[in-house]
């Protein structure tokens, strides 16, 4: 147990109010929550105190060498008023994944998820009442040590910060366009591709824009080696509903293991379909696709939830999918996890967590 000392703002924000636009990021509530490493003592000082800038050498290593972890979950506003956490104990547990591949000290899971919950709890007004808004939690760690040369640093700080959030989809879920990256790759096997990185975003921003200037919304990564097996996409993983099973790429090291994904595989499972986690070429599915077997395509994540994929463009090929409309199967996830999530629906697997 983390002995947690609150300081308390004197000046608190105006909390959005209804109606009013949140967009994604840019708003951030009164508090954060800080811990500090330090080599031989271990983590320290775990504090919530009023969020602002924080000091950091201009030599510090995680402005150099990208020495870093993030994590990324939500609090959602139940009907009852009451404000509920996904699994956190799995964002915990990747992050110390991430953090080993990293060299950056674990954080043990209780403690993780008890500072998550202790500053959401300190800020909880801010969980915006509105059908699909949330409260975005964003743990992470940074290297501090003010050194020039490579090797892991000696300190480091656990911040979370706090960030209400409106609906991902303003306007009902509508199928996006991919763009396979046939180009540039994000991670190869034995790379940092599991690790929820900023590296690995760095990486990415070069494929991010080229699809967005062709009109994409997200860029779709190919394996690193031979440029032919689906990976995933920009921040959500990928299933595949082809001849009535649900395929997805297997956990190969250098895709991010999304807690969304392994929901969904439990919801499949648990309906009766048959999941498969393996190899899956871009070829097999530019064939699924001719032979009509491609019935629908969606992206998982924290962010979007299930994101229904309505368009693929690789090379000079264009595929279409589902004509426009959200799969079946992908609508009845969507449902069935937001309903868990904001509490409208039983939670038979224990995955919603009260604040
Ligand atoms: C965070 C993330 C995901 C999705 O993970 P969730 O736990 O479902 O939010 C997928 N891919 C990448 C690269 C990510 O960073």
Request: hydrophobic share 35%; glycine share 10%.
């Amino acid at each position: 147990m983390l002995d947690i000392k609150i300081q308390k703002t004197t000046e608190p924000k105006p909390i959005p109010k209804k109606g009013e636009p949140l967009g994604f990021g840019h708003i951030f509530t009164d508090h954060m929550f800080i811990m500090n490493y330090t080599e031989g003592k271990g983590w320290h000082d775990p504090r919530i105190v009023p969020f602002g800038d924080i000091t950091l050498s201009p030599a510090a290593m995680v402005l150099h060498y990208g020495q870093e972890m993030f994590e990324g979950l939500k609090a959602y506003r139940g009907e009852s008023g009451d404000v509920y956490l996904f699994r956190p104990d799995m964002n915990a547990k990747r992050a110390n994944n991430s953090n080993d591949r990293l060299c950056i000290p674990h954080i043990p899971e209780e403690d993780f998820v008890q500072a998550v919950k202790a500053v959401v709890d300190v800020d909880r007004d801010w969980v915006p009442y509105e059908e699909g808004t949330s409260l975005y939690i964003r743990p992470f760690v940074i290297s501090t040590d003010p050194h020039l040369g490579v090797a892991p640093s000696k300190t480091y700080l656990f911040i979370i910060i706090l960030s209400p959030s409106g609906a991902y989809y303003e306007s009902g879920l509508a199928p996006v366009g991919i763009w396979i990256e046939d180009e540039y790759v994000r991670a190869v096997r034995g790379g940092m591709g599991y690790a929820k990185t900023g590296g690995n975003y760095a990486a990415s921003l070069a494929a991010q824009v080229k699809a967005h200037d062709s009109g994409y919304s997200q860029a779709l990564w190919l394996d690193g080696v031979e440029r032919k097996y689906i990976e995933e996409v920009g921040s959500m993983n990928i299933m595949f509903k082809i001849s009535g099973k649900v395929v997805t790429p297997m956990l190969n090291g250098s895709i991010l293991p999304g807690i969304t994904r392994n929901s969904i595989i439990h919801l499949c499972k648990d309906w009766g379909y048959e999941v498969e986690e393996r190899r899956i070429s871009v070829d097999e599915l530019i064939e699924a696709a001719r032979k009509g077997t491609l019935e629908e395509v969606f992206g998982t994540g924290t962010a979007a939830v299930v994101s229904p994929v309505g368009k693929l463009r690789y090379k000079d090929e264009v595929i279409e999918i589902g004509g426009g409309k959200i799969g079946e199967l992908t609508q009845k996830l969507y449902d069935e996890l937001t309903g868990i999530q904001w509490g409208k629906k039983p939670d038979p697997y224990g995955w919603r967590v009260t604040v």
